[in-house]
């Protein structure tokens, strides 16, 4: 079986940095000045892109997976 490599936006690296500190999703929204809603939609697409059931799965497999950041893409035609 070969690795996967994960791919998550720039946002999702933030939050789940934070994950790996032991913010909780309120300290997580307070850190990035985002809400609380949009930080559980965050987990949520973290805990689907890397296959784990809660937060300390989690962390503990981003320290043992490889991924990557996806650049950010703006819309509307933009680029970086």
């Given at each position: 079986m070969t690795d996967s490599i994960y791919?998550?936006?720039?946002?999702e690296?933030?939050?789940?940095?934070?994950v790996q500190e032991g913010l909780s999703?309120?300290?997580?929204?307070?850190?990035l000045g985002i809400g609380l809603d949009t930080v559980k939609t965050h987990m949520g697409n973290l805990l689907f892109k890397f296959y784990v059931?809660?937060?300390?799965?989690?962390a503990i497999k981003a320290l043992t997976t490889?991924?990557?950041?996806?650049?950010?893409t703006y819309?509307?035609?933009?680029?970086?």
């Open positions: 791919t998550i936006t720039p946002r690296q933030e939050v789940l940095r934070h999703n309120p300290e997580i929204a307070d850190a059931d809660n937060r300390t799965q989690l490889t991924y990557r950041v996806a650049k950010h819309r509307n035609g933009g680029s970086n």
